[in-house]
C-alpha cells in the first residue's frame, strides 16, 4: 500500500500510508473472509487501481466512476467514508494542474460518491 502511494503522490504520501496501516490494520488483514469484506477488498484494490492511473490523466468520467466505486466501498465497510474527502484533498493539493482543472475532477468524484451514497444518505 505504501508503494500504491509512492506511485500516487510520492514519499510523503507513502509515509502517511503506512501510517495510516500501522494504526488500522484492518485496511490490509482480516482475520476472516466473508462476503462484504470479499468485495470490500476488491474495490479497494479498483480504487488504488484507479487512483494510480488517475493521478496522471484527467478524466472526469473517469473520477466520476472512481467516486462511484468509492461510494460501494464506503456502503460495504464504514472505513471507506473518509477515503472520499481524503483522495479530493489530494487531488486538491497537487500543482500539476490549474486550480479549475483541480476543482473539476474533485466534483466528478464527489458526484459519484454522492449518488452512490445517497440512498444510505436519506435514510439515515
Not at 487512483?51 to 490523466?57: F, K, Q
Request: net charge positive; proline share 2%; aromatic share 10%.
Amino acid at each position: 500500500m505504501a508503494w500504491i502511494g509512492y506511485k500516487i503522490g510520492g514519499r510523503s504520501l507513502a509515509l502517511l500510508t503506512g501510517i495510516l496501516i500501522a494504526v488500522n490494520t484492518e485496511l490490509i488483514s482480516y482475520s476472516r473472509m466473508m462476503l462484504p469484506k470479499t468485495i470490500f477488498s476488491f474495490l479497494l484494490s479498483l480504487i488504488a487501481l484507479a487512483s494510480m492511473y488517475l493521478i496522471s490523466h484527467r478524466n472526469n468520467i473517469q473520477f466520476f466512476l472512481t467516486g462511484v466505486l468509492l461510494g460501494l466501498a464506503a456502503l460495504c465497510r464504514p472505513v471507506a467514508i473518509s477515503w472520499g474527502i481524503l483522495l479530493a484533498a489530494i487531488l486538491l493539493v497537487q500543482k500539476k494542474y490549474r486550480l479549475r482543472v483541480r476543482l473539476n475532477v474533485v466534483l466528478a468524484l464527489s458526484i459519484g460518491y454522492l449518488l452512490t451514497m445517497a440512498p444510505w444518505l436519506i435514510r439515515n
